[in-house]
């Protein structure tokens, strides 16, 4: 079985991204899993605290090792957007392959003493664990925003980037190149896209020649998803677009059974609706690419 940082350098290799889905119940599980599988792609099942509060962080490592064994799958497990050393840690002894240590809202200088102290705790626990660390403001929240906020401020510089790299040792950066946590009402309409600012991402692979995650992937234009992975984008996360299809396949479910309390036969719904979406995701990010940078 191929670990997470061999499954990211083929991807780096080919042009290729992983797809990263946040999930905080078995229907999530269960769709991002079969999608995976029908395509045969290595896939990043991802929770933050609060879904990890919600699920367990034991209990969810336990199953998604299980899936892995049972199947001899490539499916690796995140702590999305940890904001302590604690949870880090918890998350880490828990078994999880990868943790994103988020200090982002702090001051950059505070932001790098933070991360490199949490790279350094969270490799005594497990050395091949990596650690993604966070620059510039993305917004917060996956769930859908009434007004887009101003995030021009926060863009992550090239400079800023290598210092980042330099000085704190993570193995993976999240920059902020025009992304954002959360969707639009009328993103989800599919009126409107995000757009990346795409050179940006190239001179920021540039400067550190690392793997990049790009955040906040749900409503983006799928040319600039293509062009930013070809760019050096190597794991894109997708999480409200999820959210929304979740909510739709439930509520489907329930109306088309309105006597029916059997979970198992109410669920499946569900599961339909987000795995479109997830097989759609990640028939993206994993087209044949002409180009790529090396790390
Ligand atoms: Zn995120």
């Known amino acids: 079985m191929h670990s997470l940082r061999d499954l990211l350098q083929d991807a780096q290799q080919t042009g290729k ?42 209990p969810i490592a336990a199953f998604v090792r299980s ?62 664990m990596l650690v993604e660390g966070e620059i510039g403001d993305i917004g917060t929240g996956s769930e859908i925003h009434d007004q887009a906020p101003d995030l021009s401020k926060g863009l992550s510089t090239p400079e800023q980037a290598r210092q980042f790299v ?28 995000k757009r990346l600012d795409l050179e940006r991402i190239a001179s920021i692979k540039r400067a550190t020649r690392i793997f990049l995650t790009l955040h906040g992937g749900s409503g983006t234009d799928d040319e600039d998803l293509r062009k930013a992975i070809a760019g050096g984008i190597n794991i894109v996360h997708i ?37 479109q979406v997830v097989s759609s995701r990640l028939r993206l990010f994993n087209e044949e690419r002409h180009f790529a940078q090396g790390v």
């Open 239 to 275: 999480n409200t677009e999820l959210r929304v299809a979740w909510r739709h396949g439930l509520e489907q479910g329930l109306a088309k059974q309105p006597d029916e309390v059997v979970p198992y036969k109410i669920l499946p719904s569900a599961v339909d609706a987000v795995k």
């Open 166 to 193: 330099e000085s704190t040792g993570v193995d993976i950066l999240a920059p902020a190149v025009g992304n954002m946590h959360g969707m639009l009402r009328s993103m989800v309409r599919g009126e409107t896209k």
């Open 17 to 58: 991204a992983i797809g990263h889905f946040n999930i905080s119940d078995l229907v999530l599980l269960k769709a991002v899993f079969a999608a995976a599988r029908e395509l045969g792609v290595p896939v990043l099942v991802g929770l933050s605290e609060g879904e990890r509060e919600f699920v367990g962080a034991r």
């Open 67 to 128: 899936l892995r064994e049972e199947f001899d799958y490539p499916i690796f497990l995140n702590a999305d957007h940890t904001h302590s050393l604690a949870k880090a840690v918890e998350a880490a002894k828990a078994g999880f392959d990868s943790i994103v240590f988020d200090m982002s809202a702090l001051p950059f200088d505070e932001n790098v003493r933070q991360t490199k102290q949490a790279v350094e705790a969270l490799k005594t626990i497990n050395l091949s």
